[in-house]
């Protein structure tokens, strides 16, 4: 079996996911070639990096000077992704790049036509589309089980403070250095639950649908933020499916959801949903002819499913056969996220962009101190995105009385 060197880009975030997985799994089929990072400290905080004599490099062109790699994990901040993609590439290196995977749908396409020509693939981490239960559910779309998609929706939302914004030169900005960063819960810490609904909605495994149509309401609570932390998102699919996405980084609660519902001819897929003891957190079909049955017993995979494909995907030659899910297989020689599954939701981001941000009014924010951070709260927030959820409508709709 050949060992899959690897190129880890950024472990100081979270890339230190994927620096775990490979140390403290020992996966065998896999040898972390080298690490490029810019922190200072980087071989004090990672001590491994010495124990195992791994290499480590300001720079991916340094690296590559002494080394290559199979594959390339970029974990790196947002705005630097497109062009550490089209280095590793043209380095000769298969790409799991974490999302969103670049800035620009357009930057999204040139990727693409750069993977053509290296005949390497770049992957996308989303990790929700490797998850074995939503390919499963995913199949059974495409194979016609629901019929016709309706409408899709979701909502989650996780509190963020002070030290979120402050780990880093980049969070919550629209720009850095003249970059376009785009940074929001939207295209960053709650981008899963949006982008999963594009990707159930392809027409093929690996493809999710292109959007017709994305607007929404955005609201900045924390004045430390520079873009939006609060959204309500309305979208148009490929085959005039309505979605809609609540978001936001200022609740009173740690989180809010994951909860999603997705509307079929057949029957009603549900996530999070509660039917009395506390919500369930697996899709769980209920049928339009009575019946019911879940994908819970479906194994999800690994926790970074997503490293165990592209692993597997890099290896090539040897074995491209991925199995998507058990007992189904895909001869795909690429990870199921393709740069393409992450075009609908760059083009909303994109959107999004375009739109006013409003200021939340002050009558409506809390302070509070706790555990040592800052956070800026929304009084209200949990009832109006419990409402605009349940009725596909805007915090202006549900009366929020923020802007
Ligand atoms: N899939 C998920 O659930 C998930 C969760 C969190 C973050 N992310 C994504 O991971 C990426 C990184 O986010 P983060 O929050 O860890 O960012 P971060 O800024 O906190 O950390 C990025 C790391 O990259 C390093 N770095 C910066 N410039 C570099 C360079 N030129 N070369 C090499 N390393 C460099 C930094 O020193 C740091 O260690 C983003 O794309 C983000 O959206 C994904």
Request: include cysteine; proline fraction near 5%; glycine fraction near 8%.
């Amino acid at each position: 079996m050949k060992e899959v060197k690897i190129l880890l880009a950024g472990i100081g975030g979270y890339g230190i996911n994927y620096w775990k997985e490979l140390t403290e799994k020992n996966i065998p089929e896999a040898k972390i070639e080298g690490v490029c990072e810019v922190m200072p400290d980087v071989r004090t905080r990672f001590p491994g990096l010495n124990e195992r004599q791994i290499p480590v490099y300001q720079t991916l062109e340094e690296f590559y000077a002494e080394h290559d790699a199979d594959l390339a994990v970029i974990s790196t901040p947002i705005h630097l992704h497109y062009q550490q993609i089209l280095t590793c590439l043209g380095k000769g290196s298969n790409v799991l790049a974490e999302k969103p995977v670049c800035t620009s749908a357009e930057g999204a396409q040139r990727i693409i036509e750069a993977e053509a020509a290296s005949g390497r693939f770049a992957a996308v981490g989303y990790q929700l589309n490797y998850q074995r239960d939503v390919l499963a559910l995913k199949k059974d779309i495409l194979e016609g089980r629901f019929g016709k998609p309706i409408l899709m929706k979701a909502l989650h939302a996780m509190s963020r403070g002070r030290s979120y914004y402050q780990r880093n030169h980049w969070a919550g900005r629209k720009t850095v250095n003249g970059c376009t960063v785009n940074d929001s819960p939207f295209n960053n810490a709650c981008a899963h639950q949006f982008q999963n609904m594009t990707f159930l909605l392809g027409q093929v495994l690996d493809q999710a649908a292109s959007l017709l149509h994305t607007e929404g309401e955005l609201y900045r609570a924390n004045n430390q933020v520079e873009n939006f932390d609060t959204a309500a998102v309305y979208a148009v699919a490929e085959g005039a499916v309505p979605i809609y996405y609540y978001t936001t980084h200022n609740l009173k609660t740690p989180k809010l959801g994951p909860i999603a519902e997705y509307r079929f001819e057949k029957g009603t897929i549900y996530y999070g949903k509660d039917y009395g003891q506390g919500p369930v957190m697996e899709y769980v079909a209920e049928m339009k002819d009575g019946s019911c049955f879940s994908y819970a017993d479906i194994a999800k995979g690994e926790r970074l499913q997503k490293l165990y494909d592209a692993i597997q995907c890099a290896r090539g030659g040897d074995d491209p056969i991925v199995e998507y899910p058990a007992g189904r297989h895909s001869t795909m020689a690429h990870p199921v996220c393709t740069v393409s599954c992450a075009v609908p939701h760059l083009q909303a981001v994109e959107a999004l962009a375009k739109l006013p941000v409003y200021p939340v009014r002050d009558e409506y924010l809390n302070h509070v101190q706790e555990a040592g951070d800052e956070f800026c709260r929304i009084t209200n927030l949990e009832e109006v995105f419990t409402l605009c959820y349940q009725n596909q409508i805007m915090p202006s709709q549900a009366e929020a009385g923020w802007k």
